[in-house]
């Protein structure tokens, strides 16, 4: 692509409101524009961002057996109703009226809708255990939505749903969910840590949040650092792997503030391994057994011909807000750069163009096109304006490789950097191979 | 897949609503199941025949240079009320209040959204021409709802939206997305003849429908069969050659019944090419040139310094409502067949199992797995029913190829038959070779 086409409109006087450093740089490189308050509409860079980020979600979640299909974002308000949870759920929730005068409602999450069309569906043990999940736009009414796409009104989410004939069943489910999150956050470039969490609306006994560390993340946690050493590398979706996975973390004390008391902290963890810190929430898995399969009488026969309620979990991994984390994982020191798994372009050509002279953009155009015959997605910056104005730029940009065509480059051999290291000369299939390693 | 273990709820009392074959066949498939009127969700194999479509459309997009985006469902009133569609639009637009009493809606399309944001960060005629889109879904609450999704309220669209500096540069635009729209429902397995028609409440001067035949449909279309037989292989994106296509088309008469005039039909058209018949629209484009421009101000510099409003058109293909019009399409004789580039599966192997004996089952295991090495997506109907039933099935599964492994199937042999065609004895090879063909 070459940026002059690009649509990247660039926000310079940035609202006061942008007070964390996501929100500034999507707004900053065009990644977003606002629409109204919470709503935003995501440009080319922040689409393409935001749909890597969903491929990787949709590949772990298909990994781990779990079936998409796509649940409407408008609602009934009768299925809430059946839940108990339309009074319950208060002001956030957006209840709308149709011509007719039905009562309906832009779905916050999905727990009734998918308990609906199970138990209309599945009568029998036999298609057990099963996880359904979609990648869905969700709306929140936030009384004071803030941050950009963290907390926002209208968001992408991915939430999945399991049932189970028994809780024994159920664990297992809620291990591979556990699992797949671990690995999904790995292949984002985070490094996530499961912690007991409080159930909260969803409701339940047993909840993990997965956080990652950031200064502006609005959750504070407190944990061993310990907890930071396991590998997921070291299990595999297996029944005895996964429990030794989640007896692994759990050995070591990590909570959010709402499950912190301060003697447990000192009682479980030696004071120079506390860690107390602020994180962000991208994921939070439920388990919350029969509480939605009872009220809503969703049952399956069970082999022995007895009515069982189905035990049930839920798992959100929020896609949108995971853009706006990542940057605050990943912008240190007035520089962004994307993991080279959701990073908008493969690498940037930059060229030095001077008025007088074309030689280093075209030498820059040839490249391009040679980087396209070899599958790269690259973004050529094809614009007229002084080399040290675009190297700010694209400290923005935060596209991991780089390729400088100025002084230094000769006639094969081209100034090659990866961002936050030095820079080499190299040939283009150097370049190749250091791109796709 | 396994078919025990995918979920495809199958209805077997279809409800009395359920009046064209797109509805009935949807529900007896599983693909979809009715949340409330007009929305549904979209269980996985409806879901997996949705995506196949969203991503020739996406490619095909992309192929003439539009860009991705994404604009959120719920809008502002105020962009709507500045365009004055707010009191046009009537009672199905959805409209919302949200907590702060604010006006809110549930898109029903998208150009007061995009012009919003094009006005507010393009200034200069250098990044013209541009053309934007996005895939979303959509909400126009109907008044009867009806016909599945083929008319329902809350539904999936590609809309794309563009922008030029006059006239010219806007027939271009009008004539390369003619041809994407062609070569997109080519690749869908269509036949689709663009028909002028009437603006509507979009608005504008120009405007085609893409019509499929269907005895279904709820267009009714008069035409010359001349026109059928203009193939859009003819032509490609480069200026002179989609000039050529569009006056191609535009020889023979082609209306739907709103700019129907008998008196022109006859005296445009033979007497024995006169075709009247029913169609269902996949798409409409329209041109508009500065409806939504001038009245939301929305101008750029020209390269001269004056001020000049953006020509603007909308181009939209309703992505769900293309699963039903496919099946309208291709359901004949009591059979489905879905075409190859959208078929939930690439093959479906159908053994026929014996209580008592395993061999089948565990033949046709054996040659899924080899078929799954070979990058096909495969089903296996593991299901213990008798094989006249499975066979009923699969008429209605309409997976295009089909394995059956029973007393025809010899050691390395198996029955393999393309739907509509007689069945073949082929080894393991032979069948990778027709199935990828």
């Known amino acids: 692509m070459l940026l002059s086409k690009l649509f990247v409109p660039i926000t310079k006087d940035l609202p006061s409101e942008a007070k964390i450093k996501s929100h500034q740089l999507m707004l900053q490189t065009g990644m977003i524009r606002q629409s109204s308050a919470g709503i935003y509409s995501w440009l080319p860079l922040g689409y393409k961002v935001m749909k890597k980020i969903e491929n990787i979600v949709r590949e772990e979640q298909n990994n781990i057996g779990a079936q998409e299909m796509l649940m409407p974002t408008i609602q009934s308000a009768d299925i809430w109703k059946e839940s108990g949870r339309y009074d319950d759920y208060g002001e956030e929730m957006l209840r709308i009226s149709d011509r007719q005068k039905r009562e309906m409602l832009y779905g916050p999450t999905n727990e009734e809708q998918i308990t609906e069309i199970f138990r209309s569906s599945v009568k029998s043990y036999k298609l057990l255990p099963q996880i359904f999940y979609h990648i ?85 946690i407190y944990a061993d650092k310990k907890v930071f050493d396991i590998s997921i590398d070291r299990y595999k979706d297996e029944k005895a792997s996964l429990e030794k996975m989640k007896n692994d973390f759990s050995k070591y004390y990590a909570v959010t503030d709402d499950k912190y008391k301060s003697t447990e902290f000192d009682k479980n963890v030696k004071k120079e391994n506390q860690i107390e810190t602020k994180g962000i929430e991208v994921g939070h898995i439920f388990y919350f057994g029969d509480k939605y399969s009872k009220s809503m009488n969703c049952s399956v026969d069970t082999k022995e011909g007895k009515k069982i309620f189905v035990k049930m979990g839920s798992y959100g991994i929020g896609v949108s807000r995971l853009v706006a984390a990542i940057i605050e994982a990943k912008y240190k020191d007035n520089k962004m750069k994307w993991p080279k798994s959701v990073s908008p372009y493969d690498v940037v050509i930059i ?16 490249l391009y096109e040679e980087l396209k015959k070899n599958s790269l997605d690259v973004l050529l910056d094809d614009i007229d304006e002084n080399i040290s104005n675009k190297f700010k730029k694209h400290d923005l940009l935060g596209i991991p490789f780089q390729i400088i065509i100025g002084s230094k480059s000769s006639k094969d051999l081209f100034e090659f950097k990866e961002v936050n290291f030095e820079s080499k000369m190299l040939d283009l299939n150097q370049i190749i191979k250091q791109i796709k390693n």
Not at 154 to 164: L, R, T
Not at 203 to 213: A, M, T, V, W
Request: glycine letters at 6%.
């Open 351 to 366: 060229p030095s163009i001077n008025k007088n002279d074309s030689t280093n953009l075209t030498k820059a155009k040839k």
């Open 136 to 220: 869905q736009w969700k709306f929140r009414d936030e009384l004071r939505p803030r941050f950009g796409v963290m907390r926002c009104r209208e968001f992408y989410m991915k939430d999945a749903y399991s049932f189970d004939l028994n809780e024994s069943g159920a664990t297992l489910t809620y291990n591979k969910m556990f699992y797949a999150y671990l690995k999904t956050f790995q292949r984002l470039g985070l490094k996530s840590i499961p912690m007991k969490a409080e159930t909260g609306p969803i409701g339940g006994d047993l909840s993990h949040e997965f956080i990652i560390l950031a200064e502006t993340g609005e959750s504070k």
